[in-house]
Structures are given as C-alpha cells and as structure tokens.
C-alpha cells in the first residue's frame, strides 16, 4: 500500500472500489437469478399452451360431431363452417301431395 501511495492512491479509494465491485458481484447474482427465472416461466407457459392446444383439438372435434346441424354455434366459437352438400331428406311423393 505505500507504494501505492506515492501515485497518489489512498486507502478510502481501495475500499470504495472493492465495496463498488461487491456491489456489482451481487446485482450480476441477481440478474443471473432473474434471468433464469425468466426462462423457467417461459417453459412452464410454453408447457400450458400444449397443453391447451390439445384441448382445444379434441373440443374442435367433439362440437363439430355435437353441433353439426347447427353451424351457427360452430361459427359462434369461432369455427369456420364450411358449406356442404347435405343429404336432402327423400320425400315420398304420397307425403309431397
């Protein structure tokens, strides 16, 4: 430390820049720990979104058999409705009269 004095270096400037570093050392643990919090909520939102992809198929499936007839409230879960070719009910000609 004398000798570091004679270039004018004091004591009170040593333990500035060494509480300055501990400082930082601690901010960069914190950034480290944000950041890999970060990424775990990441994966826990991308696991959910899977997951509510896969509902959200087998519900596409299961109201399109349901709710056939009625395209209407397929189209109100958003669904497109294509239109079709029905089958037209055969009237016998005795019931047409």
């Given at each position: 430390?004398?000798?570091?004095?004679?270039?004018?270096?004091?004591?009170?400037?040593?333990?500035?820049?060494?509480?300055?570093?501990?400082?930082?050392?601690?901010?960069?643990?914190?950034?480290?720990?944000?950041k890999g919090d970060a990424e775990h909520s990441?994966?826990?939102?991308?696991?959910?979104?899977?997951?509510?992809?896969?509902?959200?198929?087998?519900f596409c499936k299961l109201a399109r058999i349901?709710?056939?007839?009625?395209?209407?409230?397929?189209?109100?879960?958003?669904?497109?409705?294509y239109a079709s070719k029905r089958k037209r009910?055969?009237?016998?000609?005795?019931?047409?009269?």
């Amino acid at each position: 430390m004398d000798r570091m004095q004679r270039f004018g270096a004091e004591q009170a400037s040593f333990q500035q820049n060494a509480a300055a570093a501990e400082a930082l050392i601690a901010l960069q643990a914190k950034r480290y720990k944000i950041k890999g919090d970060a990424e775990h909520s990441t994966q826990e939102k991308m696991r959910a979104i899977k997951a509510l992809r896969v509902w959200y198929v087998e519900f596409c499936k299961l109201a399109r058999i349901a709710f056939q007839d009625t395209p209407q409230i397929l189209e109100s879960f958003g669904m497109v409705v294509y239109a079709s070719k029905r089958k037209r009910k055969v009237v016998p000609q005795e019931e047409a009269a």
